[in-house]
């Protein structure tokens, strides 16, 4: 009978706990979340009781017996709020902007764009895409000031270069595998972003890098669930689905992440080639037409786990895969030199699995080891229809690759703000490809087969300093080693970087960067295997070396969101995949190599604007000088320059506070360029979209257009020396897109667990 009333007794404690909980959320006039607003809370008598702060989602709670009580919020840049409650659930609190008036001049308060933190840009990416339509991480990248996708590439404005890493890890995955998992991450899993035109060596990288926080790191003071679920539905010329979900769980001493995507759906690309092709003396007036067909399936997961210990010590292990069954690629090649076929089918699931494990130290220590192993085995069908070629083979080609990375950092805090920093970076990977030939009719290809195996070890050592010497000027500095080998390639490299931070005042900060990189080619560009695809072909290229590259830039930020940008790029050995018309043959080579040298030297302006809280627009402005000059392309050699200028206009507009529906309208426009000997036609790009929020901030629903006039693709020219040819890449970028997206969780409270009933279990006594 007494444990049935201690029983009772528990419960009514645990139920009336869960009852007198009192929650609510902070929002500006806006519906934005406000994050760090103080909460106070009082009796009805102004007697005080507890306090607390909001969190990044604008959530707070209290656990009180209080049935009225008085709230207090106070922040920085809102008007104070006070108001008594009779409820617990207070709803939705909004906040207005401070205005203060003096002396006819109005100052307003604003959540700034940017903020310097230990020297580094840094972004709340909740913020940033916060009116945005957005549907994954790689997108958010995109809302980055200074950051643009060329080629299917992120690039950072004023760096050659541009790597993106997480949590301040390095990983072996690279950076295609990566791009590809970002596009398949939620934006809910973001925290914030750190653009750096000078990584400090710690991150592993060198040059321009962003370095993304998730929020799996994030341990909370209480238990926390949250999570996200989105479907998106995107039409180009064919149709494409996908599906994401995410959990986060943290508690005081743990915490997990999850995300799991799928993506279904069919691609389209192609180019049209008009080649005036030289060969044995006369001209060959050659048009194609190369159109490809893409279906795919792919599966993304994620899981992460962060344990706190004690002296601030931290252990995080998570497991990154992407799992593709099924990527079939039908080719057709048609035109006045073939009328060909081409099949791509997988013989064995594409699949990258990624671990990496990471410790942390209280007293500066960061030691990690990082393993992706990779896999791609596929099956190619390639028949030439025209009578007088008929040729029929397949292609077995396979590429497996495992890469293993090991570091150590060690980090001092001395006297009179200095900071010392020194580590060291081992890498290995280990390459097969493997390409066979089986001919049914036409020539035999067999001596094209390659079964070959590469090794690459790559040594660095750094050390490097962080020091303030006044409240306005802070200095960043390092050098880093490098042995690098590559079957019978082997060289050693110095890389020197800085980053010099002048705070003239809050509102006006100077940032000087020096950085130097290397640029690894992919292992596939590497291998010396040929596809064929009928009048183009795809050659692999042994001989290619890394680049190096030197890069300084001068940054103002004014006001925390004006920033503006001088830069100078030297990449020595540059490499980039060209078309080349053979002069053996009638084919047109596509393959990878070095130049001389490429440089590009330019300015750059991001300048937002707020009008009235309604319309905001930000334009950014890029004008360069681009210069390309290599001694051996194939058995030419060029000297190209040119100068352009890119820019864009991003309106986000206020259509409705209640409910909340905002617009945003995107253009862009690039001037004619240059790559390598080739150049570049006029581009430009319209998008248009719609997003609603409801259900508390919980739901949305986009629709947006992409590349309203399918405008955003390149026609390629070259009429150099023997090479004449005109190359028109068949658009497919003009998408609709249809996304919905669920947010859920909150606080979990020890007391809502329910224990497994042992009464029964074990022996009496």
Known sequence: MKKIVISTVLLFVIFSAKAQMITGKITDNNNVPVDYATIVLQTPDSVYVNSTYTDSLGMFQFQSNLSEFRLIVQHLLYLPYENSFSKQDV??????????????????????????????????????????????????????????????????????????????????????????????MPVAMLDKAEVMYSAPPQYHVRGGAINLILKDGAITDSNRLQGQFNSTYDQRFYAKYGAKASLFYTTPKFSVDFMYSLDKGTSRNGEKISSYHLFQGQIDDIEQAEKRKSLYLSHNFRLGATYQMKGKSKISLSYTSSITPRENTYNISDGTFSQSTTTDRQSLPTQMHNVALNYTTGFGLDAGVDYTLYKDHSIQDFRENMPDKKQTFSTEANQDVSRFSAYLDQTHSLKNDWKLNYGVKFSFANEHNLQKYFFETGPDLSNLNIDSRQKEHTYNIYAGFTKSFSEKFSLIASLSGEYYTFEDYDEWSIFPSFQATYTYSPQKIWQLTLSSDKSYPPYWQMSGTTKYLGYSEIQGNPSLIPSKDYNPTLSYIFKNKYIFSVFYDYAYKYFVQLPYQSPDRL??????????????????????????????????????????????????????????????????????????????????????????????????????????????????????????????????????????????????????????????????????????????????Q
């Open 91 to 184: 709803g939705t609190i909004l906040l207005s902007e401070k205005e203060n008036t003096l002396n006819e001049v109005v100052i307003k308060g604003e959540r700034p764009l940017v903020q310097i933190v230990n020297g580094l840009m840094t972004y709340d990416v909740g913020r940033l895409v916060e009116n945005k339509i957005v549907n994954n991480a790689y997108e958010s990248l995109l809302q980055l000031p200074g950051v643009i996708e060329q080629n299917d590439q992120l690039t950072l404005i004023g760096s050659n270069s541009l790597t993106v890493i997480i949590n301040g890890k390095p990983t072996t995955m690279t950076q295609d595998q990566l791009a590809q998992f970002l596009k398949n």
């Open 587 to 764: 084919a047109l080579i596509f393959k990878t190599v070095n130049f001389d040298f490429k440089q590009q030297a330019g300015v750059n302006a991001v300048l937002p604007f707020n009008i009235k809280n309604i319309w905001m627009p930000r334009l950014t402005l890029f004008g360069f000088y681009n210069h390309a000059k290599s001694s051996h392309f194939h058995d030419l050699s060029f000297d190209n320059k040119r100068l352009g200028y890119y820019t864009a206009l991003n309106n986000m507009i206020v259509i409705s506070s209640e409910p909340n529906i905002k617009a945003e309208v995107e253009a862009a426009y690039t001037d004619r360029n240059i790559q390598g000997p080739m150049n570049l036609g006029r581009m430009w790009y319209l998008n248009a979209g719609v997003k609603w929020t409801f259900a508390n901030n919980k739901a949305e629903l986009s629709l947006k257009g992409g590349d309203l006039f399918n405008s955003w693709s390149p026609d390629i020219r070259m009429n150099y020396a023997t090479q004449n040819f005109r190359m028109n890449v068949i658009p497919d970028s003009r998408t609709v897109s249809l996304s919905f997206t669920y947010k859920f969780g909150g606080e979990i409270s020890h007391e809502n667990r329910k224990e497994v009933d042992t009464s029964r279990f074990g022996k009496g």
